[in-house]
């Protein structure tokens, strides 16, 4: 699996982030960085802890990282639910974490086959 | 600059990945400094200042977000120097209008194009490197020529005195002695409303007071002996002479230090009383600056050796001077130069000498600029400031002490890492007053006398010692603050914060308290020994003085037969179970003592009926202790009868235990006016003597 297979898989625009960072070499560097980064597991952690404040920030934060790197349909879903909690709880923010939970977990897939395939 | 080291980026951002990915943008140019919240970007600002070239600032983040950064770079001032750019997901207007109200000086929305991240930081940088050069430029220049008009005048007034033959000196004195009087009148007096600024054209202005001299002869000027009438005549009109060459320069007649040197050099020779000259002014009608540089004038004048005179010593020349010999001076001026006498001398001469260090430090500097072409004064002042951070951060670390610092604006502590680690605090502690684990450290009473301990400081006296607990991860431990109030520079001073540390004096001070216990208290009952309630007594006495006290003796009867049948174990047992009886039955303000022996003492404050009170306690102290039969017999004395102090009431007591001694023991009585001869019970009572008058009272 290519880079820009993996991009695909995840529904992410390969173009765009290589345009904006001009260098596969960094754009295969983050991505396979961003299984690492603790937002995601933040931001379960917070709703479930009822911490809307916490969860809005991570929420935030996974929007933040997913623009840097073009990665589009998880970005999408984090940014409605960043905003669906920005001033506390709301009803529809339930189902917007389930948007981003599935998504997240398509990015995370897609991510782990292009670092199994690009390790072997 | 060639030596120049790289230049620092802070970035501030939550995410780590967020972070890494600007980093690895920039740090082949440059070194990177990341912070993961608000806070600990604050943090690093405080501690690195203007070593820092860039800060990347996000807005969403715990602790404290984005925009509080800004606001404390602002109170700070931290913004004029650092620039900073904001890079968020927030593209909302509110926002980006905000950012650029707290005074950033780029936006940059996500997500980022690394080219133009990389292009606006380096633009920025070189921008704000540019603009630092130029002001540092400004900044040399002014300084300059400031030293290049003063220059000037002093090679002017030199003229002037070679003319006069009058040491080189006179000028610079003169000018020295000008500076101390003015600086110590508006200590003094808010009469005559004198900025710094003021002071310092007046000293400026000072050194062309006698520039009318050029139009007098050289043969008066210069004449050994005494001047005839004709002669002074001519003398006086160098006054008005110069005030005239200064009132038709051709430019500058508007200039504020024209205008007082006109005032220095006209009036310069006027008197308090009026009989002056030229013009006869009298009192507060003559400008102060020429009040004060006349002073000066003749105080130099005595003190220095002239061609018509020799000099005089410092006591003797302000002694003629304040004695009214050598003209008429306003009074608040000569109550000036009488305080300023003591220490004139050395000022003197010390800022002649500092005058001269300067030139030779100026002319250093200006070799060490020419031979470093690039380093200029104001970078070399940052290279130091540097310098002296890294010094000040070893030592803190090596120093094994709590060192703290505090500003009251934002509010903000920062404690030395040792210190931090071991009151189990952060080392950056934002609005401490309102963190919980911050105020258990210390308790709210202790921090408020502390706080105003050093409010009532002031910039001379800034340093205050105060003991008190604190807690050191759930250890309350005694500890000695020693901490230096900041004061602004301005004036009025402000109370800025405090910069200190704290020493743990725990042991020695336990020590100290065990010792003291060891000397207050007597080892086999534990109640306090007779030296020691003394002291306590008179204290009780000194504070409420009109109260009602009663001092009472007593000792146990038959104890010596207890000793001498039992045993001196049992006799001690005794002893111990009385002791403990009369703690029980004494109420928790009355001091009970050992006064040697079987000897106790007690002394108590009472409202009316101090019979009832006494009866109790001695009704109280008798019974039996295993075998034997406790029996006491009891002396007391009245503050309200015995006057004279405490040794006459102890005598008082001592005499009425000795009354019940004779008269039988087992009871209590009042000391009254038939004692007045007895004898002490501190000499022992032979068993069998007559007994005396009726005891029961």
Redesign the interface.
Known sequence: MTLQECYAAMGGNYDDAIGRLRSERLVQKFVLKFLSDGSYELLCRSLEEKNYEEAFRAAHTIKGVCQNLSIDKLQASSSRLCESLRNGYTPESDALAEEVRADYSQTAAAIEAFQKESAG | MSTEQKQKILIVD?????R??LA?MLDDEYEIIEAEDGLQGVGLLQQRGSEISLVLL?I???QMDGFGVLEVMAQNHWIEDIPVIMI??ETGSSHIERAYELGVTDFIS??????IVHRRVVNTIMLYAKQKRLANMVADQIYENEQRSSLLIDILSHIVEFRNGESGLHVLNVRTLTELMLNHLVQKTERYQLSPSDISMICTASALHDIGKISIDEKILNKPGRFTDEEFAVMKTHSMAGAEMLENLPIHQDDPLVKVAYDICRWHHERWDGRGYPDGLLGDEIPIAAQIVALADVYDALTSKRCYKDSFSHEKAVDMILAGQCGAFNPLLLDCLRELSPDLPALMSGSNSVAQRDRREMRNVAQEIRRHEELTASERTLQLLEHERMKYSFFADMSKEIQFEFTVSPPMITLSNWGAEHLGLSEIIMDPFHQPDTMNVIDPADTQNLSDALRSTSPDLPVVTYDCKLNYKGAWRWTQIVARATWSSDEPPRYTGAIGKAIDIHDSRMKLNALERMASHDALTGLLNHAYAKKRILERIETRPTASYALVIFDLDHFKSANDTYGHSFGDQVLVHLAEKLRQCIRGGDIAARVGGDEFLIFLEYKDDVDAVLSRIFQSLCGRFEQFPLSVSMGAALTATVPGGYDALFHAADAALYTVKRGGRGQYRFYDESMRDTLSVISPIEDGQDPGEDVLK
Not at chain 2, 110 to 115: E, H, I, V
Request: aromatic share 4%; no cysteine; proline share 10%.
């Open positions: 939550d995410s780590e990945l967020n890494a990915i690895d996000d969403v983040m715990p968020s997901a996500r997500p980022f194009d690394a080219l």
